[in-house]
């Protein structure tokens, strides 16, 4: 509310995530002058204009031109927000031009512990300590850290350091369900007073010290979350953060960028910042400097030269790699398949590539779509595009197949596509499952579609796998009988559901991926569900990535590959950067031939039968 002798008052509008500039009548003029000045936003009316925030911080110079700025009301939270940002660019700025992290005010590394405070009471290592102290250095910050790092326990640090220096009493960690047990744990173990942890129901808990609660939640429970924030000095951690890379375009990034200005201290997680290039990255950066966080990014990558990125943005980030754990080294491989006739003649038709047969169906081959996930499909079996009895039904195929006459209605035979021929994505998963089982070595398969999970947990009956997606009521069993029972040798599942928040390096080292999709992040994020601290220095992993020749398996592949290639230089990692370019292998499916594939999925049939 703008105050009689306030010639112009500056403050948040109700999302937090615009600024809100008022005039007295008589410095309209003035107002609309100075809204010129900045290239998003715009007057509401003539005594008002609305400017994102991003971009009223980027431009904050301008208000030198207001004509009366000693009568200039500002409100409280917004100055705040303004002064942290401008001390940590001032910070970064030192940090950038002396190239190592001594600057004013930096903490190093062997003056960590003592900052904790007597209630601290777990280890850290050497690359936690470089971590804190780096966090430590700035008021903001953020842990690029590969999964298995123990990023949890470094923010735990942080949130101890601070709350020692009285700046802080409590946090609101917003993450995926899946991580709330790290959490949890983690707050008991590294305090000898263990946290007073609650996970976000209906309304917070006023005296709890550690507030949890999904990304899902936050959108509608925004009210109650910002009355918890403003209750007592707080900080905020973001994390597996990469959820939020939309910003304020997305349901997440908008929620967090509103709770954002609200805590002291704004800190972010995620092994994988920038999955779909620099606008993901600006995106996290935002809310953890808004506006200073964009305008760095945008000028770091602007001339393409991200050896010189990565130098100017270092010292806004801290990141522990895999190299630096210590962990064996393994390089994933890619098998290229050949489509058979029927499935290749189906694709093409599919894609708009219409053979003689293929125009008599071509309607009812057009009503099937040409999206991106109804192709990839159709790369792993075009029979998958049409559904059976249910949903999810899994495909059934027929031992011996039968002969393709040609008279018969491409459609038709698409429907019944599993009776003629075999997916040889599906063949090659056999032989290597089967080589893999007669070694005693357990195989986590990766698919991003439900009916080819159904359809995989059909045919591999007799390794008795689990099966975790979506609308697996019993998640926690089937992950148990993975780890645990002998005779379960395969877990099928998707990214999407088992991505991130779970480790099965004790047990497993060997991957196959069905499919793949165009989300980078997502495949780094479940890549270290066999990789990551805690591995075996002789353990050998294995990661086999399954394609169809001439489909969109090679657009995604080129994509990922210009995707991981951009992440790793901009981190300065080369273990991502390897990722990008993957070595080619001989397709073997395990020394099968397609009648060792017929008996082994007669076999399979009268196994799961009985």
Not at 124 to 140: G, P, V
Request: charged share 25%; net charge negative; hydrophobic share 45%.
């Amino acid at each position: 509310m703008v105050v009689e002798q306030a010639s112009l008052a500056i403050g948040f509008d109700t999302t937090r995530t615009r600024v809100v500039l008022r005039a007295r009548a008589e410095y309209q003029p003035a107002l609309a002058s100075l809204a010129a000045r900045f290239p998003v936003g715009g007057q509401r009316g003539p005594s008002s204009v609305e400017i994102p925030l991003d971009d009223f911080l980027i431009g904050i110079g301008e208000l030198a031109s207001w004509p009366a700025s000693e009568t200039v009301q500002w409100d409280e939270t917004l100055v705040a927000l303004v002064n942290d940002v401008l001390d940590d660019a001032e910070a970064a700025e030192q940090q950038i031009q002396d190239q190592e992290d001594v600057g004013n005010g930096a903490v190093q590394a062997d003056d960590v512990v003592p900052l904790l405070g007597t209630n601290w009471s777990a280890n850290l290592t050497s690359f936690q300590r470089r971590d804190i102290a780096r966090l430590l250095s700035l008021r903001h910050g953020a842990n690029f850290s590969v999964p298995g790092a123990g990023k949890t326990r470094v923010a735990l640090a942080v949130f101890a350091a601070m709350r020692e220096r009285g700046e802080v009493r409590r946090v609101l960690v917003v993450s995926p369900k899946s991580a709330y047990e790290s959490w949890q744990y983690e707050s008991a173990v590294c305090f000898s007073q263990p946290l007073r942890v609650q996970v976000m129901d209906r309304t917070p808990d006023p005296g709890a010290e550690l507030l949890l609660v999904n990304y899902e939640r936050l959108d509608r429970s925004l009210a109650a979350l910002a009355t918890w924030l403003r209750g007592a000095p707080s900080m905020i951690v973001l994390d597996e953060a990469h959820r939020m890379k939309l910003g304020a375009r997305g349901t997440y990034g908008s929620a967090c960028l509103a709770l954002g200005p609200l805590a002291q201290r704004r800190l972010i997680l995620t092994g994988t910042p920038a999955p779909n290039g620099a606008r993901d990255l600006e995106n996290l950066l935002s809310f953890v400097w808004p506006g200073n966080g964009r305008r760095v990014v945008t000028e770091a990558v602007r001339g393409g030269n991200l050896a010189y990125a990565s130098a100017v943005l270092r010292p806004l980030f801290t990141r522990t790699t895999k190299q630096e754990l210590g962990l064996p080294s393994f390089e994933p491989k890619i098998r290229y398949v050949d489509l058979p006739p029927l499935h290749r003649e189906i694709y093409d038709a599919l894609v708009g590539r219409y053979s003689a047969r293929a125009e008599a169906s071509r309607d009812d081959l057009d009503a099937l779509g040409r999206t991106m996930l109804r192709l990839l499909m159709a790369a792993i079996s075009p029979a998958l595009l049409v559904e059976g009895a249910s949903r999810f039904e899994p495909l059934s195929y027929q031992v011996p197949p039968l002969q393709v006459s040609p008279d018969d209605s491409l459609y038709e035979l698409l429907q019944n596509l599993p009776s003629y021929e075999f997916s040889p994505k599906y063949q090659e998963l056999l032989g290597i499952i089967a080589v893999n089982a007669s070694a005693g070595r357990k195989t986590l398969v990766w698919t991003t579609f439900v009916r080819s999970l159904t359809t995989l947990e059909q045919m591999l009956a007799p390794y008795r796998p689990a099966v975790v997606h979506g609308g697996t009521a019993d998640r926690a069993e089937q992950l148990r009988r993975f780890r645990e029972d002998s005779d379960c040798m395969v877990l099928l599942s998707n990214p999407a559901t088992l991505g991130e928040g779970i480790s099965l390096h004790q047990v497993c080292h060997d991957a196959v991926y069905v499919d793949r999709d165009f989300m980078a992040g997502r495949f780094l994020q479940s890549l270290d569900r066999i990789h990551r601290l805690g591995l075996p220095p002789d353990a050998e992993t294995r990661v086999t990535i399954l394609a169809a020749r001439s489909t969109l398996d090679e657009v995604v592949g080129l994509r990922l590959e210009e995707k991981l290639a951009f992440m790793g230089r901009i981190l300065d990692d080369p273990d991502v950067q390897q990722l990008a370019d993957l070595e080619e292998e001989p397709t073997l499916a395990g020394g099968m031939d397609m009648a060792d594939v017929r008996a082994l999925v007669g076999y399979l049939d009268s196994v799961a039968v009985c």
